[in-house]
């Protein structure tokens, strides 16, 4: 029978307790693992072990599908009405709200980042996703298409039947709805892995699942690490589709792993280095302020991130200046400080990662403007950090940080900058920032990105598609567009009259 983990929590953000199973949530309960391992859960706000979760395995992740796919059979998919689905999972977002502030004080505890941005952004924003995919479920449709009086020709969105899916750390619960409502919206079976060093919403969010009134086996949610879990999920022949937010370098792995099985289609939400473009003619206070936001939120670990911020030479000194002047102001510190913007990084091993590349800037000759050194001795704790003088073939300038690590970078001319901001093999996001209207159209246009930002930046709208072009990613997320990853489309041949 699997442990439980208790937590008392007496911060001036939240105040509460929460308990929770450590088990694996396989065919709606809590099991313990067949191989018995456990993964240490770390507070990276002091670098100590909050608990330890059941780690699967591969045997694990078998049960898992075997139980999907027996429950896809037998009590989802197309056994339950689209308007049914959609009530469960409208109940099952009731749910999410109602234990909001328990969500986000774990995920402040296990990730780091601000309990109020876990609140506010992570948290309502996984709600509303999930409310939203609620209302698409009974909008699954096919159409009809006209060929011959002789023929009736339609066609139908079907479930693609057990679906894998693996989700990062850096925002966990928006990842999960974010992976799970579509997939139950279309009719699918899931199994699913959370990141190993956020594991503990995840967990919450299994003791709503029954709740909601979900038959055993719909949801199944399977703790571990990526080469074992993970892999297993990407090569499992039962598990049909896989979705996988993450890295650039894992993605592959697991495309790899999904061919080399039962070929399945893979949907990937990889990484990014996304320029932040700034004309001489923007608004300047506005352009600092959405550029701070733009690499500084959730401590830079954002597959979005502004990191690449060009800035016209005529306002170059004058934005650095303000820039800098924010940059320096953000408040970094306990999590649970209601006025903390900054928390550590999300692990030792992304602390060491992150003061590796700044090390690498350096060694390159670039120049720290600002911060690049650790905060404290307890905890992963990083000064919001500025680079100057950066050129084009630096590792900083081209290769994915995730961090609060930010590259300022000059140039003349629009032609010059779109081709600077489109030299990357990434291609998640970009930010124009232009009071012109002809040129900040002309421009995000021309930048090979999924998603362009006029004005603003980090701008997600739920009924909005995102993803990413070239090494960013496979597919859209969010939006109607998500749909599409999760059904697959049968051709209906009726013959009504033709005769041989």
């Given amino acids: 029978m699997p442990s439980t983990f208790t937590k008392t929590f007496d ?15 396989i065919n709606g309960e809590f099991v313990d693992p067949v191989e018995g391992g456990t993964i240490d859960v770390v507070n990276p706000a002091t670098g100590k072990v909050v608990t ?12 898992a599908a075997k139980a999907a796919k027996k429950a896809y059979k037998s009590s989802w998919g197309l056994k339950v009405p689209g308007a049914q689905r959609g009530k469960l999972m409208s109940k099952l977002a009731v749910l999410m709200e109602e234990h909001i502030a328990e969500f986000a004080a774990l995920d402040a505890l296990a990730n780091g980042k601000a309990y109020n941005t876990a609140y506010s952004r992570d948290n309502k924003g996984a709600i509303a996703v999930m409310e939203y995919y609620a209302g698409w479920a009974d909008k699954i449709n096919g159409k009809t298409i006209e060929t011959n009086e002789n023929k009736l020709a339609y066609t139908r969105h079907e479930p693609i039947g057990v679906v894998g899916q693996i989700i990062p750390w850096n925002v966990p619960m928006f ?6 409502a579509p997939a139950l919206a279309t009719g699918n079976t899931i199994v699913l892995k959370p990141s190993e060093l956020t594991p503990l919403s995840a967990l919450l969010f299994c003791t709503l699942i029954e709740k909601a009134g979900f038959p055993p086996g719909v949801i199944n949610i399977v703790n571990g690490y990526g080469p074992t879990a993970g892999q297993a999920i990407s090569e499992h022949p039962l598990i049909e589709k896989v979705a996988f937010t993450g890295s650039t370098l894992t993605g592959r792995k697991i495309m790899e792993a999904a061919a080399k099985s039962n070929l399945k289609p893979v949907t990937l939400e990889l990484g990014g280095k996304s320029p932040n473009v700034i004309f001489d003619d923007a608004d300047l206070e506005q352009a600092v302020k959405w550029a701070i936001h733009g690499i500084y939120f959730n401590h830079g670990q954002n597959c979005s991130a502004g990191s690449r911020i060009f800035v016209q030479e005529s306002i170059y000194d004058t934005f650095l200046d303000q820039f800098t002047e924010q940059a320096r102001a953000i408040k970094v510190g306990d999590p649970f400080s209601p006025d903390t913007y900054q928390g550590p990084q999300v692990s030792k091993t992304q602390f060491e990662r992150i003061m590796g590349y700044i090390t690498s800037g350096k060694n390159d000759g670039a120049t720290v403007h600002l911060g690049g050194k650790q905060i404290g001795q307890e905890g992963y704790f990083i000064e919001p950090t500025i680079f100057t003088e950066c050129q084009p073939d630096m590792k900083i300038v081209r290769e994915e940080i995730f961090g609060p690590v930010a590259c300022v970078l000059k140039f003349k001319t629009e032609d010059e900058v779109v081709e600077q901001a489109n030299d990357t093999s990434y ?16 421009v995000a246009h021309a930048l090979e990105a999924g998603t362009a930002w006029i004005n603003c930046a980090n701008q997600t709208e739920i009924s909005m598609p995102f993803g990413g072009f070239k090494q ?14 999760y059904t697959n489309v049968k051709a209906v041949h009726v013959n009504i009259g033709i005769r041989l």
């Fill in 11 to 25: 911060t001036p953000a939240y105040k509460g307790t929460v308990t929770i199973p450590l088990g694996l949530y």
């Fill in 52 to 63: 330890s979760i059941a780690a699967g395995t591969k045997a694990d992740i078998d049960i």
């Fill in 175 to 180: 990842s999960l709805s974010l992976k799970i």
């Fill in 427 to 442: 291609g998640l996001a970009a930010s124009v920032f232009t009071k012109d209207i002809d040129r900040a159209i002309r």
């Fill in 472 to 485: 960013s990613g496979i597919g859209r997320e969010l939006s109607e567009y998500a749909l599409e990853n």
